[in-house]
């Protein structure tokens, strides 16, 4: 029952980060309906969907990033000393499967704004599958972290095939070099971090507090760097929070 419940917990905060994106998908929608309102209405929503993966991306690696930092802070104070390593680990570890909730969480509407609804059951049945099956897999040889590892697998594993789905059957490209540059810096941080945590030369406060700024601040840059979601987000502020 303790691990159910670590695993419970570790759980809640990636759904938490999943849950937001979702909300704002009125708005993504709406926005670049706009920006495109001379065009087709499935070409809207063509290049809107990969500016809202990358956008979605940014929101969902940025969070993961500073929760992955903070956490081993930040946990032990929510859920005690004696769990709050173990529910560190599995937290972190459903975190880096973050890298592909953003393909996760838009695709179903798109799919259904591209008339083939048919491909959300397929991609659930196949989520649900093999989510299942590496979870009994690992957790004979892993444990509760095992079950985490699968999550994590499963989410990253299915955004490649849901790419693929959108690009290969529904000819929609999608411009993935911004995404990877999101990864990469994800990845390099996370490095970074544990080079300074290992090295010993400052508590883990002072190398959260130097890896967390540089991190989001190279995010931004990557976010600024980028047209089309600037005009997004510019026409998105205007129209749904200043006017």
């Not at 929760?67 to 570890?93: C, D, H, K, Q, S």
Request: hydrophobic share 60%; glycine share 6%.
């Amino acid at each position: 029952l303790a691990d159910i419940g670590i695993l419970t917990s570790a759980v809640i905060v990636v759904r938490i980060i999943r849950y937001i994106p979702q909300i704002l998908t009125p708005i993504y929608v709406t926005t670049y309906s706009r920006i495109h309102a001379n065009s087709s209405e499935l070409l809207q929503y063509s290049k809107a969907f990969s500016v809202d993966v990358f956008l979605v991306s940014m929101f969902c690696i940025g969070s993961a990033l500073l929760i992955y930092i903070w956490a081993p802070i930040i946990v032990p104070v929510l859920w005690g000393e004696n769990f709050g390593r173990l529910t560190v680990i599995i937290m972190r570890i459903e975190l880096i499967g973050v890298i592909g909730l953003a393909y996760s969480v838009q695709t179903p509407n798109f799919l259904i704004v591209m008339g083939q609804p048919k491909y959300n059951l397929r991609l659930a049945v196949a989520h649900i599958a093999l989510q299942s099956i590496l979870s009994v897999i690992l957790l004979l040889f892993m444990g509760i972290i095992g079950v985490a590892v699968a999550t994590s697998l499963t989410m990253i594993i299915m955004a490649g095939v849901r790419h693929r789905i959108i690009e290969d059957q529904l000819g929609v490209k999608i411009h993935i070099r911004p995404i990877i540059q999101l990864v990469t810096i994800f990845g390099l941080s996370v490095a970074v971090y544990y080079v300074m945590a290992w090295s010993k030369m400052l508590s883990l406060l002072g190398v959260a507090l130097i890896v967390s700024p540089i991190s989001i601040g190279l995010l931004l840059f990557v976010l600024v760097s980028n047209r089309s979601a600037l005009r997004f987000l510019k026409i998105a502020v205007n129209e749904n929070i200043l006017g």
